[in-house]
């Protein structure tokens, strides 16, 4: 797959004449199968050019052709037809192509289309991915074929620490587009979040290869369940594996709540996962019928030691959420905090029926929490929650208890 240089546009108001550089290419429409071109306010992915040469050794000519390519669409847009474009100007440009694959890494597994078909579930499993396969002609805005051929997976897949380390260089760990994987493979797992997780996988298993003074393939063969747990205590969702943490008293504790919406019972903050997944919403809600404030409360067996809180609240991962200049993608988000996330909350410390305000936080946004506390003997745990960021639903996904 090649490289891209987008742009960012706006409509002034006025009209706004464009004359091109004398490098700029030429299009017409019939020179743009499968490209359309009707909205210009960041660009297209599909200027791509250099799947055919060396990413490395030609970034320049590839950079120079990318940005003929861009002048001359813009000229298409703006001079050639009636594309509406008259008021439209150019506010900005990028100089650096974006590149799609360069060099690959080889690791004890190479990471395939068919592991991906087959939502194969590794052992040793520590990040996750699920876009389609989206692999790109070599021939990019040259090419008649479609810009993306799209492959979808049955499910989102997991990816293993296998992938993810080098199998030749015995302290090398690789996360984003270098990881071990086909070509196939990697049009999926080049994916920004996908990258995020795996670097939050890696950097955590070399924060443990130093503290157990050992290598990545160790971790694999002697240390993997220590490291899934302590991915899974720091958000990290790994497919299908549970939080099995002995620290955390949470698990041992009963769970009762002001009020339930169906199918999101208080219990579900200790059942490991936090995330919706296969039609469990693996989170309680309060009933939305029900005002503010609604509780959750945590009875442990016995009394003991707590010093540390952790909350893992909803962010509302079905919308989108991210930087773009696209003003159909800004649309569809909410710019602030996310309308399923907790706001205002208070953690109370019970015993011998007395409790203890421990926490009281204000304009929350953030999914997860982890509130250090006066280390404290106590028979339970309330989370009051006073105001979300707009959700009728208190929501959390999961509580965790550490002494
Ligand atoms: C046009 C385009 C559109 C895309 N659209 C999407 C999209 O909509 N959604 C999505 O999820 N993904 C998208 N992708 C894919 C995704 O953006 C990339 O695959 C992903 O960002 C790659 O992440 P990375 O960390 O592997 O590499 P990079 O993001 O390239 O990060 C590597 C970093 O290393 C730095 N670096 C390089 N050499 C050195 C050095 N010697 N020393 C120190 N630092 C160095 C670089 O400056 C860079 O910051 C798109 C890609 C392109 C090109």
Redesign the pocket.
């Known amino acids: 797959m090649g490289?891209?240089l987008?742009w960012v546009a706006e409509d002034v108001g006025v009209p706004v004449p464009f004359t091109p550089p004398s490098f700029a290419r030429k299009f017409t429409d019939d020179d743009l199968p499968h490209r359309g071109h009707t909205h210009f306010d960041h660009g297209y992915?599909w200027v791509e050019y250099g799947g055919e040469l060396d990413t490395v050794k030609d970034k320049e000519a590839i950079r120079d052709e990318l940005l003929a390519v861009m002048m001359g669409l813009w000229d298409h847009i703006k001079n050639q037809g009636r594309h509406g474009a008259d008021n439209w100007v150019l506010k900005w440009f990028g100089w650096l192509p974006?590149?799609?694959e360069s060099r690959r890494i080889v690791g004890d597994h190479l990471l395939t289309e068919n592991d991906l078909m087959e939502s194969r579930l590794f052992e040793d499993r520590v990040a996750h991915g699920g876009w389609p396969m989206d692999t790109h002609p070599p021939g990019g805005i040259y090419s008649d074929e479609p810009p993306s051929n799209y492959l979808h997976t049955p499910d989102i897949y997991s990816i293993p620490l296998r992938a993810l380390y080098s199998k030749d260089l015995s302290n090398l760990f690789m996360a984003?587009?270098?990881v071990s994987a086909t070509h196939m493979a990697m049009s999926s797992t080049?994916?920004?979040?996908t990258?995020a997780a795996m670097g939050q996988a890696v950097g955590t298993a070399a924060a443990m290869c130093c503290a157990r003074d050992c290598n990545p393939r160790d971790l694999v063969e002697h240390h993997i369940g220590d490291l899934q747990q302590r991915l899974l205590r720091e958000d990290q969702y790994i497919i299908d594996l549970r939080a099995d943490d002995p620290d955390d008293l949470a698990p041992s504790a009963a769970i009762t709540a002001s009020s339930e919406a169906e199918g999101c019972g208080g219990d579900k903050v200790t059942d490991g996962v936090t995330r919706f997944r296969h039609q469990n919403t693996h989170q309680w809600a309060s009933d939305p019928r029900q005002t503010m404030p609604q509780w959750l409360e945590l009875k442990l067996p016995e009394t003991a030691r707590i010093a540390e809180i952790h909350l893992t609240f909803d962010s509302g991962y079905s919308r989108p959420l991210t930087l773009t200049e696209s003003d159909a993608f800004n649309a569809r988000m909410i710019r602030g905090p996310q309308p399923e996330t907790v706001a205002d909350y208070v953690v109370e410390v019970g015993r011998e029926g007395e409790w203890t305000e421990v926490v009281r936080e204000t304009s929350n946004y953030l999914r997860k929490r982890v509130h250090a506390i006066d280390s404290t003997e106590a028979e339970g745990v309330r989370i009051t929650v006073n105001r979300t960021n707009g959700d009728a639903s208190a929501r959390i996904y999961e509580v965790r208890l550490y002494a």
């Open positions: 490289a891209s987008l992915w974006g590149h799609r984003g587009r270098c080049r994916l920004a979040a990258g």
